[in-house]
């Protein structure tokens, strides 16, 4: 069976710092890989999204940057953070493209003070 | 704008009461899809929903895609403690690749 690992589970970091979160995909191959961020009490927000490796598709503009180094590993980070990074994100997959539900990870809390 | 509008913001129930929550498009949609999240963990996949007047059941949540495929709605029937945490809605672009946009959540809560 398909497993989705995002760590860490919560981090605390100072602003200007960098930030790395990971997100593996095991039991499957050549997933779409996700990252979504969630602002307290709001909606999910798609950053990016990968069809393969190093593919990587930008929703919005920001301070944030993926990589796809393998091809079930899915790298969100940062060189230098800023207050308006801080939310709850989420690693996500799907078998392919086209109407195909998405399987989150447990989401990392990340909190830049 | 928002692409999905969720109704209602939240929600507080007594135990065993239905209930039910709603998703709003501007746009037709391609795909709908439901999500149950508890506060700080994942998304859980509940339903998912493509042909207009179509409706699915799991367990005492029903939902469905009206004809025009533009507003879904979940319903509870007598909820549970368990049914509590956050909904989602979410909607395909109807474009290559899963890339779906999210509507703003319902925050349920059911008082035993």
């Known amino acids: 069976s398909q497993t989705i690992h995002q760590w860490p589970a919560t981090l605390v970091q100072p602003v200007g710092s960098p930030l790395s979160l990971e997100c593996t995909v095991e039991?499957?191959?050549?997933?779409?890989l996700y990252w979504y961020r969630q602002a307290a009490g709001r909606g999910l927000q798609l950053l990016f999204y990968?069809?393969?490796?190093?593919?990587i598709s930008s929703e919005v503009p920001q301070n944030l940057s993926a990589s796809r180094p393998q091809d079930r590993q899915f790298i969100l980070s940062s060189k230098k953070l800023l207050l308006s990074d801080s939310g709850f994100y989420l690693c996500?997959?799907?078998?392919?493209?086209?109407?195909?539900?998405?399987?989150f990870g447990s989401g990392t809390q990340l909190s830049v003070l | 704008s928002q692409e999905l509008e969720q109704s209602p913001q939240s929600l507080i129930v007594q135990e065993g009461k239905n209930l039910t929550i709603n998703c709003t498009s501007s746009?037709?949609?391609?795909?709908l899809y439901w999500y149950k999240q508890k506060y700080g963990e994942g998304l859980i996949f509940l339903m998912m929903?493509?042909?207009?007047?179509e409706e699915k059941s799991h367990e005492k949540i029903t939902a469905k895609l009206d004809e025009k495929k533009q507003q879904s709605s979940l319903h509870i029937t007598a909820s549970q403690p368990s049914h509590a945490g956050i909904y989602l809605c979410?909607?395909?672009?109807?474009?290559?690749?899963?890339?779906?946009?999210f509507g703003e959540g319902t925050q349920l809560t059911v008082n035993p």
């Open positions: 996500a997959w799907s078998l392919q493209a086209g109407l195909e539900k998405l399987f």
């Open positions: 039991g499957t191959s050549n997933p779409n």
């Open positions: 990968s069809v393969g490796i190093g593919q």
């Open positions: 746009k037709t949609l391609y795909g």
């Open positions: 929903l493509q042909k207009g007047g």
């Open positions: 979410g909607a395909d672009r109807g474009t290559s690749g899963s890339r779906l946009t």
